[in-house]
């Protein structure tokens, strides 16, 4: 038997799998498919203090090795989350991370006070600090990182739950917004979102999306996460990660828990194939048994580098 | 809702444009509805990464049939699968047609990859008229495929080397003109490039008839997750994959 067991601070997951924000859903969407109890933990897709409408139509785009999406934050808002997701979570003991979006760093300090008071049935919290889908605490985030900083104290003057802040990888400097963060409160950090990108169409000559750019996922970006994962866990070795960007199969996943990731969040895979979570597990397993790992902190981090000659 | 790897029984062209392709699956077979969908993975590779939304064409037994038309990458790759190939398939997905429309006369629109779901409609049940628009006579289909309601089928193609000439739309305009009885007693059922739906829309407006169209939007989940499908309803956008792709057309939301 592989112990997967998986500790972040005070928080235990049973494994180190879950999924990425905005690709699994809020709620039992890919019930059908995956027993949730078998994840490590569900991250819930970002939920705003009032519904959001999101962006006009085309919103998707598929380009090679991954895709373009611009969904623009479509959610149902703070009240239905509350009531309607979170009981759902709590009934079946499923670990959740609530991902949430403030339009203002206000807004994240209202919602963070307003799920404090279900830090019971919350694992913890994930900052969408990154969303290149939206104006307000989105790209203006990307481009001033010292909005990230009063947005992560604005949260934890709000609330004991553990926070992870979700980064973009464009920001100018990531590793040193990354150590902002954590002397702003964050307990740890998630990465990577998604990358801006753009597709056309050469016949009409429009944007293949509707607002003209939109986040890259998939395997397309993998290497670019892996990188980062790297480098941040090398710079900060006692900085939980929970890395996202093209994990599709164990092999990957077995990638990034070398370069030192604690959670390993699924993503575009999903769409893919709505069993990639269950089947990365089992995929994780096996290659454990195979190399005689016994606890799965004996992978994490253990980069081998390269003899000099 | 299953995903399997089915096993390809055949897959070949039926006429200049469309390819039928068929497999066995005793549950993908099971209790399905005209209108709804399969999402298919075509390689196993990245490129494509996402899978292909299909409508089911027929199914027979527990073999299914899909009708498909080469438009970019991944049906062109589909074509190149032969006997013995393997496909990942999700399926059914999706909210079909009303299979049952009371005594309405039901009047089917089809255009392009939308004709598909409306023959397995007007194939199971009954149909008074199939008003089919392709561009030229290369798209007809073999009298085979359409045998069992062969005499409801009309034609129109946009240069005229079939039927009438030009758009289908204007064929339902003609037939609604002729038609004596009162608004009631007809139903619309829709599939075919969403330009050509809305104004299938508009004119059933127009005479106050009821009906179904069947939304063609760009899916990566297929299963109401991504949000990338959404279609314009009275309640907001709304995930077409899963509450549709048929949405009645006073669910819509006016201008779609
Ligand atoms: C509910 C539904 C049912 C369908 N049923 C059929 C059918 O029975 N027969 C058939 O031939 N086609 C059908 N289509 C259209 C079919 O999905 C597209 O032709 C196919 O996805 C094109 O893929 P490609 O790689 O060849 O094209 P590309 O243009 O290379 O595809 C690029 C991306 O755009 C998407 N895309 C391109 N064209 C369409 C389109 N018209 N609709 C939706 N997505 C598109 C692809 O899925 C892919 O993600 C259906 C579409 C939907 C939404
Ligand atoms: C359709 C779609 C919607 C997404 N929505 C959100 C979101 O609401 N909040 C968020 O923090 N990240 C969102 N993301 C980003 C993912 O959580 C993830 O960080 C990113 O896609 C990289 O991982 P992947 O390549 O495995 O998908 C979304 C990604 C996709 C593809
Ligand atoms: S295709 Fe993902 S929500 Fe419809």
């Given at each position: 038997m592989?112990d997967l067991?998986?500790?972040?601070?005070p928080?235990r997951?049973?494994?180190p799998?879950?999924?990425?924000s905005?690709?699994?859903?809020?709620?039992d969407?890919?019930?059908?498919?995956?027993?949730?109890?078998?994840?490590?933990?569900?991250?819930?897709?970002t939920?705003?203090?009032?519904?959001r409408?999101?962006?006009?139509?085309?919103?998707?785009?598929?380009?090679?090795?991954?895709?373009?999406?611009?969904?623009?934050?479509?959610?149902?808002?703070?009240r239905?989350?509350?009531?309607?997701?979170i009981?759902?979570?709590r009934?079946?003991?499923?670990?959740?991370?609530?991902n949430?979006?403030?339009?203002?760093t206000?807004e994240?300090?209202?919602?963070?006070?307003?799920?404090?008071?279900?830090?019971?049935?919350?694992?913890a919290?994930?900052l969408?600090?990154?969303?290149?889908?939206?104006?307000?605490?989105?790209?203006?985030?990307?481009?001033?990182g010292?909005?990230?900083?009063?947005t992560?104290?604005?949260?934890r003057?709000?609330?004991q739950?553990f926070?992870?802040a979700k980064?973009?990888?464009?920001?100018?400097?990531?590793?040193?917004?990354?150590?902002?963060?954590?002397?702003?409160?964050?307990?740890?950090?998630?990465l990577?979102?998604?990358?801006r990108?753009?597709?056309?169409?050469?016949e009409?000559?429009?944007?293949?999306?509707?607002?003209?750019?939109?986040g890259l996922?998939?395997?397309?970006i993998?290497?670019?996460?892996?990188?980062?994962?790297?480098?941040?866990?090398?710079?900060?070795?006692?900085?939980?990660?929970?890395?996202?960007?093209?994990?599709?199969?164990w092999?990957?996943a077995?990638?990034?828990?070398?370069?030192?990731?604690?959670?390993?969040a699924?993503?575009?895979?999903?769409?893919?194939?709505?069993?990639?979570t269950?089947d990365?597990?089992e995929?994780?397993?096996?290659?454990?048994?195979?190399?005689?790992?016994?606890?799965?902190?004996?992978?994490?981090?253990?980069?081998v580098?390269?003899?000099?000659? | 809702m299953?995903?399997?790897?089915?096993t390809i029984?055949?897959?070949r062209?039926?006429?200049?444009?469309?390819?039928?392709?068929?497999?066995?699956?005793?549950?993908l077979?099971?209790?399905v509805?005209?209108?709804?969908?399969?999402?298919?993975?075509?390689?196993?590779?990245?490129?494509?990464?996402?899978r292909?939304?299909f409508s089911?064409?027929?199914?027979?037994g527990?073999?299914?049939?899909?009708?498909y038309?080469i438009?970019g990458m991944?049906t062109?790759?589909?074509?190149e699968?032969?006997?013995g190939?393997?496909?990942?398939?999700?399926?059914?997905?999706?909210r079909?047609f009303?299979?049952?429309?009371?005594?309405?006369?039901?009047?089917?629109?089809g255009?392009g990859?939308?004709?598909?779901?409306?023959?397995?409609l007007?194939?199971?049940?009954?149909?008074?008229?199939?008003?089919?628009g392709?561009k030229?006579?290369?798209?007809?289909?073999?009298?085979?495929?359409?045998?069992?309601?062969?005499?409801t089928?009309?034609?129109?193609?946009?240069?005229?080397?079939?039927?009438?000439?030009?758009?289908?739309?204007?064929?339902l305009?003609?037939?609604?003109?002729?038609?004596?009885?009162?608004?009631?007693?007809?139903f619309?059922?829709?599939?075919?490039?969403n330009?050509?739906?809305?104004?299938?829309?508009?004119i059933?407006?127009?005479?106050g008839?009821?009906?179904?169209?069947s939304w063609?939007?760009?899916?990566a989940?297929?299963v109401g997750v991504?949000?990338?499908c959404?279609?314009?309803?009275?309640?907001?956008?709304?995930?077409?994959c899963?509450?549709?792709p048929?949405?009645?057309?006073?669910e819509?939301?006016?201008g779609?």
């Amino acid at each position: 038997m592989v112990d997967l067991t998986t500790r972040i601070g005070p928080l235990r997951f049973k494994n180190p799998i879950t999924v990425a924000s905005g690709t699994f859903g809020v709620k039992d969407e890919y019930a059908d498919y995956v027993d949730y109890r078998k994840l490590g933990a569900v991250i819930a897709k970002t939920i705003t203090l009032h519904p959001r409408k999101g962006n006009p139509m085309p919103r998707i785009c598929e380009t090679p090795a991954g895709m373009l999406n611009a969904i623009g934050l479509q959610n149902k808002g703070l009240r239905d989350f509350v009531e309607d997701k979170i009981p759902y979570f709590r009934k079946r003991k499923i670990p959740l991370i609530v991902n949430i979006a403030g339009e203002s760093t206000k807004e994240f300090g209202i919602l963070a006070k307003e799920l404090d008071r279900y830090k019971k049935s919350i694992a913890a919290l994930e900052l969408n600090l990154s969303c290149p889908n939206i104006e307000a605490g989105g790209v203006r985030a990307i481009r001033e990182g010292r909005l990230i900083t009063k947005t992560i104290e604005a949260v934890r003057k709000e609330t004991q739950l553990f926070i992870f802040a979700k980064l973009s990888p464009e920001l100018g400097d990531v590793l040193e917004t990354a150590k902002e963060a954590i002397r702003a409160g964050a307990d740890g950090l998630s990465l990577i979102n998604t990358i801006r990108g753009m597709a056309i169409h050469i016949e009409s000559r429009k944007p293949r999306l509707a607002v003209g750019t939109g986040g890259l996922s998939g395997p397309a970006i993998r290497p670019i996460a892996l990188r980062y994962v790297y480098e941040i866990k090398q710079a900060l070795p006692r900085v939980s990660v929970i890395a996202s960007g093209g994990i599709t199969t164990w092999q990957d996943a077995v990638e990034f828990l070398i370069a030192g990731a604690d959670l390993l969040a699924i993503g575009t895979a999903n769409f893919v194939n709505p069993r990639a979570t269950l089947d990365i597990l089992e995929g994780l397993k096996e290659y454990c048994l195979k190399h005689h790992i016994k606890r799965i902190g004996e992978i994490r981090g253990s980069l081998v580098t390269h003899r000099r000659s | 809702m299953y995903d399997e790897t089915v096993t390809i029984l055949d897959n070949r062209k039926v006429n200049a444009e469309y390819y039928k392709l068929s497999f066995r699956s005793k549950r993908l077979a099971k209790n399905v509805l005209p209108g709804q969908f399969l999402q298919m993975k075509i390689e196993e590779g990245y490129d494509p990464f996402l899978r292909r939304p299909f409508s089911y064409y027929r199914t027979v037994g527990d073999r299914v049939e899909i009708l498909y038309e080469i438009l970019g990458m991944g049906t062109k790759l589909l074509t190149e699968k032969g006997k013995g190939g393997t496909l990942k398939v999700l399926g059914p997905l999706g909210r079909g047609f009303s299979r049952h429309v009371e005594r309405k006369k039901r009047i089917l629109v089809g255009g392009g990859v939308g004709v598909p779901p409306l023959v397995f409609l007007a194939e199971r049940y009954d149909c008074y008229q199939f008003l089919i628009g392709t561009k030229s006579r290369k798209e007809i289909l073999p009298s085979s495929e359409i045998k069992k309601f062969a005499k409801t089928v009309r034609y129109t193609t946009e240069d005229g080397s079939f039927g009438k000439k030009g758009l289908v739309t204007n064929l339902l305009e003609d037939l609604l003109k002729k038609e004596k009885g009162n608004p009631q007693d007809y139903f619309i059922q829709t599939c075919g490039p969403n330009r050509m739906m809305e104004r299938v829309m508009e004119i059933a407006d127009h005479h106050g008839i009821e009906g179904e169209a069947s939304w063609d939007e760009t899916m990566a989940c297929g299963v109401g997750v991504c949000l990338g499908c959404m279609v314009l309803t009275r309640k907001g956008w709304t995930a077409s994959c899963k509450e549709g792709p048929v949405f009645r057309f006073d669910e819509m939301e006016k201008g779609h």
